[in-house]
C-alpha cells in the first residue's frame, strides 16, 4: 500500500517533540547523549560506527526534524558537520552505505531528487509515496523518534554497514 | 583516560568485580513506552530469558512482532539461546544495553 503524506503542524510538532525529548532524556541531559537541539524542531545526533574492514570508528551526523511529529514520523537526513546541510553530490560521503539490510537503506540520492533513509519511521519514506505494509506504517501510539533511531542504527550495525558512500 | 581521572568515574553501583562475581547488569529499554530497566543476571542465564524478567520488570506485554537489538544496532534475534557467557566471551555483542523495538519497513539495496 501507499501510506498517506502525513500533514506538517509545526505547533503539535514542537509540543511533541519536546514532550517526548523530556521523557527519552529522564534526569539526564542533551549533553549526557551528545545530541545538538539547535532549534525547538530540530534534533542533531552524531553518530559512531564501527567500520570493521578498516579498521576505524567512522562519523556521521542525522538531523531528525520534528514539522510532521507526531502524526508522523521525524524527517531524518544525514548531512555533512561541516556545512550543516546535505548537497548532493558533494556530500554523499556523509551518508553511510549498507547492504542487505532487512528493513531500512540509505539512498544519497533516491530517484534523482532527494536522499532517502528508506525506513518507515522517516517523514521521506512517506514524501516518495514508497510501499509500505499495513502494519509498518507510522503508529504515534507506539513509535516515537526512538523508533527511528533504533531503525536507523541497524543499518549501521555488521554486517550491513560498508563504509561511505563514494562521491 | 588517567588512572586518577578513572578513580573518580561515576559508577552505577557495579563493578567488573560485581559482574565477576554475580553477571553482568544489563539495561532493557522499551522503545515504545520510552522505559528502560537495569538489573544484574547470571552468566548461566540466556538473552531470552533476560529479556522475559525485562518485560516483567517493565510491566508491558511481549508482543509476537517484537524484536530485540544492542543500543548500537545489532539485531539479537538469533542468538537468544545464547548464555551471557556465550555472548561477552564469545565477544557476539560488546553492548551490555538491549533495545525491544516494535517491527519497520523498509526497502533492501
Excluded at chain 1, 35 to 62: H, S
Excluded at chain 1, 96 to 101: D, F, I, L
Amino acid at each position: 500500500m501507499i501510506a498517506p503524506m502525513p500533514v506538517q503542524d509545526i505547533h503539535a510538532g514542537r509540543e511533541a517533540f519536546q514532550r517526548d525529548l523530556q521523557v527519552v532524556l529522564k534526569e539526564g541531559t542533551l549533553a549526557d547523549r551528545g545530541w545538538l537541539k539547535p532549534d525547538g524542531l530540530t534534533l542533531l545526533v552524531p553518530m559512531l560506527v564501527e567500520n570493521a574492514a578498516q579498521g576505524q570508528v567512522d562519523l556521521y551526523l542525522l538531523r531528525l526534524m520534528f514539522d510532521h511529529y507526531p502524526k508522523g514520523p521525524p524527517s531524518a537526513q544525514f548531512i555533512n558537520p561541516l556545512t550543516m546541510n546535505y548537497k548532493f553530490p558533494d556530500d554523499v560521503l556523509w551518508v553511510p552505505k549498507c547492504e542487505n539490510a532487512p528493513d531500512v537503506h540509505f539512498h544519497p540520492n533516491y530517484n534523482n531528487c532527494v536522499q532517502l533513509i528508506c525506513s518507515s519511521t522517516t517523514l521521506e519514506f512517506y514524501r516518495v509515496n514508497h510501499d509500505v505494509k499495513p502494519e509498518h506504517v507510522w503508529d504515534p501510539q507506539r513509535m516515537n523518534f526512538l523508533t527511528t533511531l533504533a531503525a536507523i542504527r541497524r543499518g549501521l550495525a555488521s554486517p550491513y554497514y560498508k563504509g561511505r558512500w563514494a562521491p | 583516560m588517567s588512572d586518577s581521572v578513572l578513580e573518580k568515574k561515576p559508577h552505577d553501583g557495579g563493578s567488573e568485580h560485581d559482574d565477576d562475581r554475580h553477571g553482568p547488569k544489563l539495561t532493557f529499554e522499551h522503545v515504545a513506552s520510552v522505559q528502560d530497566v537495569k538489573f544484574r543476571v547470571s552468566w548461566n542465564e540466556t538473552l531470552q530469558a533476560a529479556w522475559n524478567t525485562a518485560y516483567e520488570k517493565l510491566g508491558e506485554d511481549s508482543r509476537a512482532d517484537d524484536r530485540l537489538q544492542t543500543d548500537d544496532g545489532v539485531d539479537m534475534m538469533p542468538l537468544l539461546g545464547k548464555t551471557m557467557r556465550q555472548l561477552f566471551d564469545d565477544k557476539h555483542t560488546k553492548s551490555r544495553k538491549f533495545q525491544i523495538v516494535g517491527p519497520t519497513g523498509g526497502a533492501q539495496s
